[in-house]
DNA sequence: TTGAAAGCGATACCAA
DNA sequence: TTGGTATCGCTTTCAA
């Protein structure tokens, strides 16, 4: 049998109460109490047990993460810092994925009000106002990215300003037919609304006419289906003097397409991506892109989180992180 | 204040262990209770406290994973599997990141021991036996890769052979200076040793004789590392005919290396991985790799690890899965 | 500063 | 089939 604190607290001839105050470190305890109470501790190879401690702290230091899909390279990144942000200050991360289905967002809602989880962190794709009812008998939610939500706490890039600012990029370089890829067709993804918004303000600023047949739509943000996408558009369409891909998985998928049909990049077209995924630096050609500091926002994620744990009833806060555009090789003119 | 089983019980006029049957299913409980009960669960919105279930059933429903780095696309695609097949037989993933440091692989286990996880799948980078002691006091432990442990269940893909079979589809296309990234140096990882080892065999067996000078170290096994150990390399020494690297997240920045020095692939040299991660098929030139499958590998370390929790007594089991090498741009002649 | 005892919430034993 | 009750291990009042 493991020992417990009653084991621990006879051994070291006091009370179970001792034993907790040594462990926690809160109350005072003379240091020669201490010493015997740690040596007990060695001496029975004593660990607390985990479960009996959330059940009476009503608290079990374990947030969940829950993201689309975390074999994507954006999911992933995202993943490690909050991991790693977390583990510094003590909480461990259990993963979640909603696989982009609202019902996972659902069932993730109720299994985090079965204690198990402190708080939970929330990538969600799909604009959907429903799915995160944010209601008093709910932990704490911090939801990450483009979301249209006024109830719960978001950490979050301005994407009409970045994409913006990526499109005016393009242009600088000397290209005005700027397609983009990783449009919405059918359910809105919130991301993919903002970052169109973004590129069709920048057009607008430069003078630029719409042309809905720049816009390429692209379902799901993989760089297969981008592949996809790209290909079957390319079959039907002009070349583009630049393609601006919401993510940079997609451009990825785009850079292969274009490489096996010979377009040469950025000659022939400029291509920039969005999230600055590390694999991005060793495409070929290296990838322009729009970066922000992942781990500023797994930091200020937790923040947020661990903050609303203590005060649940204050309004709603948004940190907005900070992005720029790194220019690299697929967009030298 | 949340409800307990007790308002359930009260509001259904039932006792407490009626409410436990009914939620449990194992003993048979009559309709109409059953029916009184499940009422009585909807209108107080009653969900179970995991913690007190983990407390008194010494199970939490929870497992750890343990990977070196969560943002390298093939850790990625591993804890993506993981968590994927774990969800659909009802568990919870906890992600712990080792980073390669033995430490946390301790603290892990400690933490382990804590009863709130039920068990843990490790993939350890460093071969090292006594990071994980597999006493009676620990959960079960199921490793995951080439380590060398005689102690805890393993699922693993055969490195050597593997090595072996690409470094004979390399020399099949007419390249016999063949060239390998990602051998170590000081501390040993056990992949970067087998693999090594079945390169040298298949060596051995088209009767080419061994050059050191074609060992290129490589610490870390990244994309920026890689690329920064083949531009040295290249530096200092001829171009040999095919590049073998140990994983495709190396290739990756191999690619970018070569691609930025002018070297054509396949056509100067060709370049292989290992893994077959996503992005490989998207590189530029697409990207000749070891492939697994990697659902299979989660599959079977979480019925290794189930297994051992009802199983504690019996002999160490391993599976391996099967690999096989997918030929694409990168190496065509 | 330390001890005794109650209680967190769910489950399982033993009766009925 | 169901009810009462002890128990899992830890923390925390309240007293000493």
């Known amino acids: ?13 006091v009370s179970p109460k001792t034993v907790s105050n040594v462990m926690n470190g809160v109350v005072p305890v003379s240091g020669s109490t201490r010493l015997k109470v ?44 909050v991991v790693e942000v977390a ?14 289905d609202p019902r996972r967002e659902y069932e993730l809602m109720s299994r985090a009000r079965s204690n198990l989880i402190d708080g939970l962190i929330l990538n969600p794709v799909v604009l959907d106002e429903s799915a995160v009812k944010v209601g008093v008998s709910l932990p704490p939610v911090v939801l990450l990215g483009e979301v249209s939500q006024q109830l719960a706490d978001r950490v979050w890039v301005d994407s009409v300003a970045a ?27 919130a991301a993919a609304v903002l970052r169109t918004r973004g590129y069709q303000a920048a057009l607008e600023e430069l003078g630029i006419d719409r042309d809905e047949s720049l816009l390429i739509p692209c379902e799901k943000w993989t760089p297969q289906t981008a592949a996809g996408a790209l290909a079957s558009y390319l079959d039907a369409h002009p070349l583009p003097d630049a393609l601006f891909c919401f993510t940079d998985s997609m451009a990825i998928g785009a850079l292969s397409v274009l490489w ?11 291509v920039a991506g969005f999230d600055d995924i590390a694999d ?9 892109t729009v970066s922000f500091d992942k781990r500023r926002v ?7 989180l661990t903050e609303r744990m203590t005060d649940r009833a204050s309004g709603q806060r948004v940190v907005t992180v900070d992005y720029r555009i790194i220019e690299r090789d697929s967009t030298r003119s």
Do not use: F
């Open 260 to 270: 096996k049909r010979g377009i040469k990049v950025p000659d022939d077209v400029a």
């Open 87 to 100: 583990h510094e200050q003590g909480w461990s991360v259990q993963i979640e994925e909603t696989g982009s």
């Open 163 to 189: 994409a913006r600012d990526m499109t005016l990029a393009l242009a600088r370089t000397g290209r005005h037919r700027i397609a983009v890829l990783g449009t919405a067709e059918g359910r809105h993804s």
């Open 298 to 304: 797994a930091t200020e994620a937790l923040r947020l």
């Open 38 to 81: 740690e040596q007990a501790i060695l001496e029975l190879d004593y660990v607390p047990n985990l479960s009996a401690r959330g059940l009476r702290n009503g608290r079990s230091g374990v947030i969940a993460l829950a993201l689309p899909d975390l074999a994507t390279p954006y999911s992933a990144e995202i993943a490690h810092n």
């Open 280 to 288: 991005g630096q060793y495409a070929v050609p290296s990838l322009t």
């Open 1 to 13: 049998m493991r020992a417990t604190v009653k084991d621990v607290a006879r051994r070291a001839g």
